[in-house]
């Protein structure tokens, strides 16, 4: 029994079925690598697991429980201790760095994020709380956020941008963190950084579901990964076995 037991799970976009029959197990602990094509269904995994999208079929039990997560709200999932971020980052932009993490703290087990935001109260324990929370998954970064927390989101630079994404899932201090292609605008040593980071933040006892493209990341980082074209799963385990497998090969000689 690992912390994610996934079967079946079925997503379909009219007549595409952007996720097919996939089964999936996450160890508690593990980092685990997601690669595909574009298209071949990555984001839409995340979508469906996080309660975005309903899921057309499937099962996914988390740590042990007997419920089926795919029956849940975003916001109970959240609270059950799953977080993410988002390929196309989207921080709200006219509240400060520091803001934007406090929400994601705030949203744990709350509806809505929109709603959450105008409670978001302005004195008091739990804003307190939040802040603490807040500065604390900032220092994960060193001083490149903390630097930057009373300034509008809209002005961060693409990488401190990501950084803002996984600080703000972090707050709601979850089990299981979903990285959907977190060096997006990073440079070679932005990303070489970010590696350090996301193994931190995985030895804080954080299990990580990661997708990226970059091949060299994925071979550092991951200790087992999943490759998925047309949605379905074509082969999983070590780096090597994945990246040497024909199918693998195919699909990115074919699209990339
Ligand atoms: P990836 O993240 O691997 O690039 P996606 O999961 O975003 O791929 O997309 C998988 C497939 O599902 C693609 O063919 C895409 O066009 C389709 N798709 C994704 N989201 C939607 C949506 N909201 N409506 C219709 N089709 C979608
Ligand atoms: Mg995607």
Request: a positive charge.
């Amino acid at each position: 029994m690992g912390l994610l037991s996934i079967s079946s799970l079925t997503k379909k976009f009219g007549g595409l079925v952007a996720l097919k029959q996939f089964d999936l197990t996450v160890e508690k602990g593990e980092i685990l690598g997601i690669i595909g094509p574009n298209g071949s269904g990555k984001t839409t995994f995340f979508n469906v697991l996080t309660g975005m999208f309903r899921a057309d079929e499937g099962t996914v039990l988390l740590d042990g429980t007997s419920d089926n997560l795919l029956d849940r709200k975003t916001h109970e999932i959240i609270g059950m201790g799953v977080a993410r971020t988002f390929q196309n980052q989207r921080p709200f932009s006219n509240l400060s760095v520091l803001q934007n993490i406090m929400v994601g703290g705030h949203c744990r087990g709350r509806s809505g994020i929109f709603s959450a935001l105008l409670r978001l109260p302005g004195a008091g324990r739990e804003r307190r709380r939040l802040e603490k929370r807040a500065m604390e998954v900032m220092t994960i970064f060193g001083d490149r956020l903390i630097s930057m927390k009373d300034r509008s989101a809209w002005t961060l630079s693409y990488a401190n941008r990501r950084r803002l994404e996984i600080a703000r899932a972090l707050a709601s201090d979850p089990k299981l963190l979903l990285l959907d292609e977190p060096t997006a605008g990073m440079n070679p040593a932005e990303s070489l950084q970010l590696l350090d980071n996301i193994r931190h933040i995985n030895s804080t006892g954080v299990t990580v579901l990661v997708i990226e493209h970059d091949m060299n990341f994925m071979k550092q980082l991951c200790g087992r990964l999943v490759a998925l074209d047309y949605g379905e799963k074509i082969v999983e385990g070590s780096y090597d076995t994945v990246r040497n497998h024909s199918r693998v090969i195919e699909a990115y000689l074919g699209k990339d």
